[in-house]
């Protein structure tokens, strides 16, 4: 399945439930999910890393649905490289700090 696909999947599963919620509660949910999956990878439980990666996307996709965001459309932004520099890979100076 692709991008589009599955999007249409989750909405066919859950977007009576989610959009009845809100988009506020629906977001709340996937940052939920973000902070589980960021347990897991600090666990380094790889099957849970790959649970929570895919229920983070569930999320992520719903809250594209309420909000009308095609998401495959909208991934349009990186089919020519980096939005920014435009190369691939992207040649950016790092600007963010990360943790080490
Ligand atoms: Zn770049």
């Known amino acids: 399945m692709d991008l589009k696909q599955y999007q249409a999947l989750i909405k066919q599963i859950y977007f009576k439930k989610d959009s009845s919620r809100g988009i506020s509660k629906t977001f709340n949910w996937l940052v939920e999910e973000i902070g589980e999956l960021a ?3 600090r666990k380094g439980e790889r099957e849970k890393i790959k649970e929570e990666f895919a229920d ?3 999320w992520l996709l719903s809250v594209g649905s309420i909000l009308g ?3 495959e459309q909208a991934m349009d932004k990186y089919s020519r490289g980096c939005p920014k520099c435009g ?3 992207c040649k950016c100076k790092e600007e963010r700090i990360r943790e080490s």
Do not use: F
Request: charged share 25%.
């Open 87 to 89: 190369k691939t890979p």
């Open 56 to 58: 983070c996307l569930a």
């Open 69 to 71: 965001i095609d998401a």
């Open 39 to 41: 347990r897991a990878i």
